[in-house]
């Protein structure tokens, strides 16, 4: 149902005359005639009679008073109800996250929230930081906390939250826990266990021996960061693990020279996605301003 119609209907029934509702509509006389043209064709009936110079409303225009009333009442009344619901923090926000982010930062964010907004239904999706990249991009997710990755891609946006620096490590039992001054080149000949070669934090790992024209002898390969340190524990290999993994059962490699891997985590944003009032919220929680298409 076309509501422009139906109000210049209703216009023409309270003026008597197509001339008189054009100039309260502020459109032609032609405008006016064709819309109610439009409405006579929609409900195959004839709502005025012409009589002269003048025009007389047929029974069908009487019946269709208070039905077009009721109908603009409603739908004023609906985009009332949907504006008030966008600007409401409430409904579902689904949100990706990397597990070692949704682990050892998350918690204190999500708390705080969904004591802030108890109305919003948080759904949380682990999965790697790289599934969790392509879906934000694919518009799968609206938003991802994840490792943030060496390039950006141009179409979406990123928010860097937390510095993650990556240290060498090894079990306590290792021989490497006892060598001092180990050179990136000796490094490479002991068994690694690192992440999978497609991972943002395996391309930091990488690019650095890269620099020197060296290769890990990696082992094993396995994504959650929780069960890298647990191979290394047990003396399988060495890896590189952010300081928060870090426990009595590693031990730091010394290393001939600092070495810094340095990685950071954060919030990617797909500007294609309509910021609700929800994700907004939770923006304006971590002090990121909003991108994207805004609900008004």
């Known amino acids: 149902m076309n509501t422009t119609n139906l109000n210049t209907f209703l216009a023409v029934m309270q003026t008597g005359s197509i001339s008189q509702a054009a100039d309260k509509l502020f459109i032609t006389q032609p405008a006016v005639s064709k819309r109610i043209k439009n409405l006579e064709d929609e409900f195959d009936v004839t ?15 009487h019946d269709l008073i208070p039905h077009a009333k009721r109908w603009l009442d409603d739908y004023d009344n609906l985009k ?37 907004y108890p109305a919003v239904q948080l759904e949380v999706h682990f999965v790697d930081s790289e599934q969790a990249h392509k879906a934000v991009l694919d518009g799968d997710l609206s938003l991802a906390f994840l490792t ?18 990556l240290h060498f490590v090894t079990g306590i039992l290792s021989p490497l826990a006892h060598k001092m001054n ?20 395996s391309q930091i790992t990488l690019a650095e021996f890269a620099k020197y024209n ?36 590693l031990q730091p490699i010394n290393m001939d020279t600092p070495v810094e891997l340095q990685r950071y985590l954060g919030l990617v944003t797909n500007p294609n996605i309509t910021v609700s009032a929800s994700m907004a919220a939770l923006l304006d929680m971590l002090g990121l301003e909003m991108d994207g298409k805004h609900r008004d």
């Open 47 to 61: 709502l005025f009679d012409t009589v002269g110079r003048g025009i007389i409303p047929t029974q069908a225009a």
């Open 80 to 116: 009332i109800n949907l504006k008030n619901r966008q600007q409401t923090v409430s409904g579902k926000l689904i949100i990706g996250t990397s597990h070692h982010i949704g682990l050892h930062h998350l918690p204190a964010v999500l708390k705080q929230f969904i004591q802030s």
């Open 148 to 165: 943030l990755p060496p390039v950006y891609d141009k179409r979406l946006n990123y928010h860097m939250l937390w510095s993650d620096p």
């Open 182 to 201: 180990v050179t990136l080149e000796q490094l490479a000949n002991y068994p690694a266990i690192l992440p999978a070669a497609n991972t943002f934090t």
């Open 214 to 249: 060296l290769k890990p002898y990696a082992t094993m390969s396995t994504n959650p960061l929780e069960s890298i340190r647990m191979l290394v524990s047990v003396g399988l290999g060495w890896s590189v693990l952010p300081q928060t993994l870090v426990n009595q059962d």
